[in-house]
């Protein structure tokens, strides 16, 4: 069983910064792929990032060269640095994870934090 807990989310001007994260519980964390997702309101639930057991990241496009995914298992945790923000960033975010390997999916991962809330305005 993994548990996984948000934070870092909040209320930023469109060109600013926040870095979110994601702590997981149980010892096989550097065994998982963790993948970040956001969902806006009427939309369905989104890939943003991934990184998986190697440190290996995956983006979408979207955010590619704005956002940075990295994890420390040293602390059971993985981050998502979000820069250049834009008011279409909004939506709350999920970190999700699965075993070893990124999926673009949301149906492939099978353990799911409860979201932090990202507001971006113009």
């Known amino acids: 069983q993994v548990q996984l807990v948000e934070s870092g989310g909040g209320l930023v001007q469109a060109g600013g910064s926040l870095r979110l994260s994601c702590a997981a519980s149980?010892?096989?964390?550097?065994?998982?792929?963790m993948g970040w997702f956001c969902q806006a309101p009427g939309k369905e639930r989104e890939f943003v990032a991934g990184?998986?057991?190697?440190?290996?990241?995956t983006y979408s496009d979207s955010v590619k060269g704005r956002f940075t995914i990295s994890r420390y298992n040293a602390k059971n945790t993985v981050y998502l640095q979000m820069n250049s923000l834009k008011p279409e960033d909004t939506a709350v975010y999920y970190c999700?994870?699965?075993?070893?390997?990124?999926?673009?999916?949301?149906?492939?991962?099978?353990?799911w934090g409860q979201g932090t809330q990202v507001t971006v305005t113009s």
């Open positions: 999700a994870s699965r075993p070893l390997v990124v999926a673009t999916s949301p149906a492939d991962y099978g353990y």
């Open positions: 149980g010892r096989t964390f550097s065994t998982y792929a």
């Open positions: 990184i998986d057991w190697s440190g290996s990241p």
